[in-house]
DNA sequence: TTGTAGGCGTTATCAG
DNA sequence: CTGATAACGCCTACAA
């Protein structure tokens, strides 16, 4: 027994005793065919487990049933959700997801966007650290394009958007209500653009004069927060927002360290609320960014596109703030 | 300005003078070319922004230049380090991967993989609840095809699987160097293969007099774990043995809400690893999956089953114990 | 070295 | 309702 060729449909359509595009008609359910031949077509179908060749159909037809989705970071549970929950909805419609991760490496970037989209019929792009320029000048030839995780308005292709301002002032608020009224932020990579809203949402807070603020230069992993816990702690603040929930589980880490008590002397709010923030000691108070929603909206508009249907609004998701055992009363 | 179309190698071939069959060469840098007429084609390529289709090529050659992955559970680390790693060593041959997720439904991972070999070059399979008779039956129609953490000897493809055994015997070894006679194994699905694993390597110890074993019917999660911290207290053991790091978190988290001190008290370690093991309260002592490495060389052996060349024999990786702060001397 | 022609497996358009 | 026939875009003998 040698190496087995696949069954084609020219094959199927001998076995039936009919033409090829009656029997790609019965495979795809369309136009009505003779009850008769349609049983001597699945018969032959089975018989030779005739399955049709994506990649054919494709060519002919010009859809793959494939999107791409390209992330900077596999690493990062963000995206990891997103990949997750895209995943799962592209499938239910039984589509595939190609999946390219650029390593933060805008130029990078570009060309697996590019490429990725070349050989799958819609993008799903998260792009954080792309300008707006670049994106703006990519977007009309990455089309069907969906952008996650960043509002360009020069783009025209749908965009699902993380509030994170909003996500931001909640938390703060939520401190500001337990009495702290100086914060320190733990900044993360400068050129991370939700580094920058919610930078400049903490900013509107101060502007308003309802919270004093201490920038602390810091990082996006866990050993940035650890590092930082020092510095926090000397900066004077009674409270410490940290640029997610890695740094702010660091910064946990750090002041247990050090001796500082959480939330007694001091409170830690993160971002994300990845996995373990809800098991952490303490569990960490944090803002949950709704990637199961992210993906599902981000699918709900790559079929629009694709079906040429109507294409939902463009979203800005709110996170919900999660209240947990790291945020306290002001001492 | 109507939709774009992008470029063809007809549209190219008569742009520089030349038949397609020259510009396919041109771009494939196959024979060779006279130097003006591979300039005319370049510079019309340029001029057009033409990039083969992938999916043309794909059905002309026979090779899509992408490869499936297929794993039970994306939220799992283990299988996200998995897919990170191949996907960076495939991206680095020019390869894009297509994943799959079939949460842990056999019957779903086999059409999965059915289906997603069809539409790529090669298939690599994470099927940790697949029978081995299904599997054997199944394999010679996925191929090329790569198993991974899954030893099955009936299976002729190239496989790529991690000791278990040896790195729970390696776990038991260190707590029985601390004076741990008497372990409690939190016990994870009952339909994984990983888990029989763990336990057989575990029995085995127990046949052989070294130590006594407890096993406790648990699960795979933190909540698991968490939930199993009470029957691990009272079984009498000195040391748990958790299926995962996921579940000896939840015993940590568990036994310290229950006034427990580890490792004073009760030694804990788990399996695979994470991120967060690192950083926990405290710190856990586990083994580490290279899930590097295994994607490297499920990479080098989806390679050379595609290039025809020898391919490396089967690998069982070993995993390393790190010893960390929640394992100490019995008391 | 270069061009011609046929094929890869499907779908879609027309006649019948 | 069914069957030729022409794309789809590219690769690859085979010929010249």
């Not at 989209?117 to 969906?146: G, N, T």
């Not at 990082?219 to 926090?232: I, L």
Request: proline share 6%.
């Amino acid at each position: 027994m040698g190496s087995w060729r696949p069954a084609t449909i020219n094959l199927v359509a001998t076995r039936a005793g009919v033409s090829r595009a009656t029997v790609s008609r019965v495979m795809n359910g369309k136009s009505s065919v003779a009850p008769e031949l349609a049983a001597r077509v699945h018969a032959a179908a089975a018989a030779l487990e005739y399955r049709p060749s994506i990649v054919a159909r494709g060519l002919a037809g010009g859809r793959t049933s494939t999107v791409a989705l390209v992330v900077p970071d596999l690493a990062n549970p963000l995206f990891q959700g997103i990949l997750r929950s895209l995943g799962q909805a592209a499938g239910r419609a039984s589509h595939r997801l190609l999946v390219a991760e650029s390593n933060e490496d805008v130029a990078a970037e570009i060309e697996m966007a590019r490429e990725a989209r070349r050989r799958c019929d819609a993008l799903v792009l998260c792009a954080p650290r792309m300008s707006a320029e670049v994106l703006a000048q990519l977007a009309p030839e990455l089309e069907p394009l969906v952008l996650l995780n960043r509002a360009v308005p020069e783009v025209r292709s749908p965009q699902v958007t993380v509030d994170y301002a909003a996500g931001i002032r909640d938390l703060a608020s939520h401190l500001e209500g337990l009495g702290h009224s100086r914060l320190a932020y733990l900044s993360g990579p400068a050129t991370s653009a939700s580094n920058a809203l919610r930078l400049h949402a903490l900013h509107e807070l101060t502007d308003a004069g309802r919270i004093q603020l201490d920038v602390l230069p810091c990082g996006p992993s866990f050993a940035d927060g650890h590092a930082a816990a020092g510095a926090a702690r000397e900066s004077g603040s009674t409270a410490v927002v940290a640029y997610n929930d890695l740094v702010a589980l660091g910064v946990l880490s750090g002041l247990h360290e050090l001796g500082v008590r959480v939330p007694e002397q001091m409170s830690v709010v993160g971002f994300d609320d990845i996995p373990f923030s809800a098991y952490s000691t303490p569990t960490l108070t944090t803002a949950t960014v709704p990637t199961d929603e992210i993906g599902e909206h981000a699918w709900a508009r790559v079929k629009a596109l694709l079906d040429g249907s109507p294409v939902p609004a463009d979203l800005r998701l709110r996170p919900r703030i999660v209240v947990r055992g790291s945020s306290a009363l002001a001492p």
